[in-house]
T-cell receptor, first 115, second 115 residues
Framework: DSGVTQTPKHLITATGQRVTLRCSPR?????VYWYQQSLDQGLQFLIQ???????AKGNILERFSAQQFPDLHSELNLSSLELGDSALYFC??????????????FGSGTQLSVL | AQTVTQSQPEMSVQEAETVTLSCTYD???????LFWYKQPPSRQMILVIR??????QNATENRFSVNFQKAAKSFSLKISDSQLGDTAMYFC????????????FGTGTRLQVFP
């Protein structure tokens, strides 16, 4: 168990809908990362938050947004869903950024199926 | 831009035998990290081993070891005494030092360990 909790584990929805994925980082970790794993794109970095502030953006669509709350949990919001958004969404956390001892701990992921 | 290539989509090995998974990468950076992550059927991403590019000594973690060839930009994973529980997808990943948002994954190698 990595200590990173993601809910829900599975989510089935229809095109055009909006969903929210939740992530609770390991105790003490300030940084949260979101990754998308799909069959055609592989594992791709979406966005990173550090202590409530957006730190870095990767290949995140404009229909997607995220935030990190004061208690450090994070939510990834996906709207106007399309079939191609079906993927496994991972959250990862780490203690801080820019550390030579940086390690990422991954949650079990949320499997999103858009029908 | 950095790229990570895993040229073996699937590999198989008999229990107790040794198997080597290949990974090559392309970068103009001199300081970086390389990782091998394991993704079992449970879908969780588990860090197997990490190598700092500035270290010449190959990293070892119990039955897992790497052959890091910096000049050749090669980073292979050797699994000794393979166990059934090693059955999983294995991802090679690259990260620039000071840049945790740039964790770039390869496409993965599916390893099947047979009894």
């Amino acid at each position: 168990d990595s200590g990173v909790t993601q809910t829900p584990k599975h989510l089935i929805t229809a095109t055009g809908q909006r969903v929210t994925l939740r992530c609770s980082p390991r105790s003490g970790d300030l940084s949260v990362y979101w990754y998308q794993q799909s069959l055609d794109q592989g594992l791709q970095f979406l966005i990173q938050y550090y202590n409530g502030e957006e730190r870095a953006k990767g290949n995140i669509l404009e229909r997607f947004s995220a935030q990190q709350f004061p208690d450090l949990h994070s939510e990834l919001n996906l709207s106007s869903l399309e079939l191609g958004d079906s993927a496994l969404y991972f959250c990862a956390s780490s203690v801080d950024v820019d550390s030579l001892k940086e390690k990422l701990f991954f949650g079990s992921g949320t499997q999103l199926s858009v029908l | 831009a950095q790229t990570v290539t895993q040229s073996q989509p699937e590999m198989s090995v008999q229990e107790a035998e040794t198997v080597t998974l290949s990974c090559t990468y392309d970068t103009s950076e001199n300081n970086y990290y390389l990782f091998w992550y394991k993704q079992p059927p449970s879908r969780q991403m588990i860090l197997v081993i990490r190598q700092e590019a500035y270290k010449q000594q190959n990293a070892t973690e119990n039955r897992f070891s790497v052959n890091f060839q910096k000049a050749a930009k090669s980073f292979s994973l050797k699994i000794s005494d393979s166990q059934l529980g090693d059955t999983a997808m294995y991802f090679c990943a690259f990260m620039k030092i000071w840049n945790t948002d740039k964790l770039i994954f390869g496409t993965g190698t599916r390893l099947q360990v047979f009894p």
